[in-house]
């Protein structure tokens, strides 16, 4: 893209190549792995300048993690069907179809990645998790609210969470309904 | 290193190398995070030439996989206690040590990176993973020889493993002795 093409794009610019970069980056990392591509690659395939690239995120690493952060931020809220049941099967339902749809992979690895990437990665990381572990509990309390008995929110990142990403991440899918519900009733 | 250094060194310099090699990848996994470097910085890590680097291996991702199953390949053998829940915990205590361990993450992040580099990758993953399954099941099968009610393979994966390496690769440490314990014991 040259400085002329720029210059007659309508508003909105910025956001467009925003998405056009993020979707560029995912879809790398699905065809290629994490981290098998370079920023002129990922220019290329979004249809923009390196510089453009470099002008607004500084970096490879920093694009990442932008990504990484934007996914990660965009899933869906927490159930609320009225039993704890319910709610846990619904939502490990929702994130097995979130890490086993098309961009799932590819957003878990970046998830992954972005723990590894220093100390901004580790603290962006972090602040999602305490934002995802606080809507969690809320889940969780209603549930002991209702009088029911309600797990730690830490056995369900260990028992119902980790059980699905590792099997995403070490390429062992699908993960069926009767996996998913199998985990839930366990931990209940 | 240009040829006639290369010429003056004794035996053995192509393990030598390879070591070297390897050992820069996970220093750089380690440092910087998977996917950061390139094979120019691998090279200059592990005081080689770039072409000693392009010539074995082909290519940056073809490295990252021989590391990885190198690595992966020399994890501990599986204890015998005499127990299930002696062996459980023997083995359980020491993947945490190896996970945690200086090149742990970079080992772990190298295994997940794995799944994820097209289908060479995945086949290789998958075969590590079926042998050391294999290693596990006999583990069970002596239990349960031996009278002791045994979990399937799969809960040992999804309850004792998938937990620890998630929290080490969300950079949740250090495990406890007393959090692999209780894993353990919440599956026996």
Redesign the interface.
């Known amino acids: 893209m040259n400085e002329r093409q720029r210059a007659r794009r309508p508003g909105g610019r910025s956001a467009r190549v925003g998405a056009q970069v993020h979707q560029a980056v995912t879809d790398l990392?699905s065809e290629?792995?994490?981290?098998?591509f370079t920023v002129g690659e990922v220019a290329a395939r979004a249809g923009v300048a390196d510089s453009s690239i470099y002008r607004r995120w500084g970096s490879?690493?920093n694009l990442?993690t932008d990504v990484a952060l934007t996914r990660l931020n965009a899933q869906s809220p927490m159930p609320d069907t009225g039993s704890l049941a319910g709610d846990l099967r619904t939502y490990a339902a929702q994130v097995a179809r979130e890490i086993t749809g098309p961009d799932g992979?590819a957003v878990l690895?970046l998830?992954?990645?972005l723990?590894?990437?220093?100390q901004q990665?580790?603290e962006a990381?972090?602040d999602l998790?305490a934002e995802r572990t606080r809507q969690l509990q809320s889940m969780l309390d209603r549930a002991r609210d209702r009088g029911e008995p309600a797990p730690d929110v830490f056995d369900v990142?260990?028992?119902i969470?980790?059980?699905m990403?590792?099997?995403v991440?070490?390429?062992?899918v699908p993960l069926t309904p009767d996996y998913i519900d199998g985990?839930v009733d366990r931990l209940l």
């Not at 290629?32 to 098998?36: A, E, L, Q, T």
């Open positions: 990392i290629r792995g994490y981290g098998n490879l690493e990442l992979p690895h998830a992954v990645a723990s590894s990437s220093g990665g580790l990381g972090a998790r990142l260990d028992h969470l980790a059980p990403y590792i099997r991440l070490f390429g062992m985990l």
